[in-house]
């Protein structure tokens, strides 16, 4: 009988041959091998296809493919963990990368040493189209406490650097495909203060920002908008909601006023 893996690393893939090698060589390279990676693709017309069945044929007993009609973005991370065999489970997109070649190993390691938490969260080096770093994210201090109370008003959990228990989605279910961008934040928003959460104080993967990612593309600011309303009113009383909209903003002015990171990593 085959082992099952200790991590499910869970791609989407739609036309993404531009970024798609850089995740791959980040996932083969790792010096933990204990691992499965799952490709979920929404029927790419380009190179992508390609280049994934050129990579299952070198890693056989890793590697799955599966292409399906696209139904969004949360259809498809939700497919990935329907078949998904691992413990632990990542959603490393195509453009996205692990940090370096010891993210799992370390991972690997901080679970073992902390009674196997539920679900783990890290850094993510959030870089542009030239692979340049934009800068760390999240470095306060106050984002490594996972408070629900805060996260009310603050998505502080890049889903890039988040591991979860498989049955973590079995117990709590998967993810709302009624929402296009902040599927993320509400899942954390359902879960955290529930489940055992740990950070680890690592970077594990890098976060690609440009037109082509969901958080990086301006028309989707609307989306992220009204998601985000969506969400006030399903977690906040009438007392939070005025509050998160003040953080909003100043969070907004610090931004425009430092130049920092334009793009909420969700």
Known sequence: MTQKPFFSIITCTYNSEKTLLRNIDSV?????????????????????????????????????????PPKGISNAMNFGIIKSNGKYLIHLHSDDSFYDKNVLQKVYDFIKNNNEPDLIYGQINVINNKNQSRGIFPTKKIFQIHSRQILKYYNYIPHQSVFIKNNVYKTYGVFDENLRIMMDYDYWLRVIGI????????????????????????????????????????????????????????????????????????
Not at 43 to 61: A, H
């Open 28 to 68: 083969q390279n790792q010096t933990l091998t204990n691992f499965e990676q799952i490709f979920i693709d929404g029927e790419s017309k380009d190179s992508t296809l390609k280049q994934i069945k050129k990579y299952q044929n070198n890693f056989k007993d890793k590697i799955k493919l599966y292409s399906t």
């Open 195 to 266: 489940i055992k959460t740990k950070y680890i104080p690592a970077i594990i993967s890098n976060y690609l920002v440009s037109n082509t990612t969901k958080s990086g593309n301006k028309n989707n600011s609307e989306i992220i908008a009204i998601e985000k309303e969506i969400l006030r009113k399903k977690y906040l009383n009438t007392l939070e909601h005025p509050i998160a909209k003040y953080i909003d903003l100043l969070i907004k002015n610090y931004i425009k006023n430092k130049n920092i990171l334009k793009s909420d990593p969700n």
